[in-house]
Nanobody, 121 residues
Framework: VQLQASGGGLVQAGDSLRLSCVASGRTFGVYGWFRQAPGKEREFVAASKWRGDRKTYQDSVKGRFTISRDNRDNTLYLQMNMLRPEDTAVYYC?????????????????WGQGTQLTVSS
């Protein structure tokens, strides 16, 4: 199983950016995005079931971030709008092999390598 994340960068507050993550190796039940800021614990951002439209978001990103996927090429996305300096972090994609939608990072089975997002004020 491989997860390859990309799309991070340096942006200004208020900008938009889309992260991508190509997943390969097997089928998955749930996919999610997490982030880790310097000196902080890794935190949940968003998750979705691979099939169907059920999604969940961290409160601070609701209305600004959208999680999605393209089933044709197994690519996961995190569209981020109205970015804030506090969104600065390394962002990770992760997947579960079952269909339990959860925000618990310890319950995800496979992880991508992370991509850095820096939002300047």
């Amino acid at each position: 199983v491989q997860l390859q994340a990309s799309g991070g960068g340096l942006v200004q507050a208020g900008d938009s950016l889309r992260l991508s993550c190509v997943a390969s190796g097997r089928t998955f039940g749930v996919y999610g995005w997490f982030r880790q800021a310097p000196g902080k614990e890794r935190e949940f951002v968003a998750a979705s079931k691979w099939r169907g439209d059920r999604k969940t978001y961290q409160d601070s990103v609701k209305g600004r971030f959208t999680i999605s996927r393209d089933n044709r090429d197994n690519t996961l996305y995190l569209q981020m709008n109205m970015l804030r300096p506090e969104d600065t972090a390394v962002y990770y994609c992760a997947v579960r092999v079952d269909y339990i939608l959860t925000s618990s990072s310890s319950s995800y089975h496979y992880w991508g390598q992370g991509t850095q997002l820096t939002v300047s004020s």
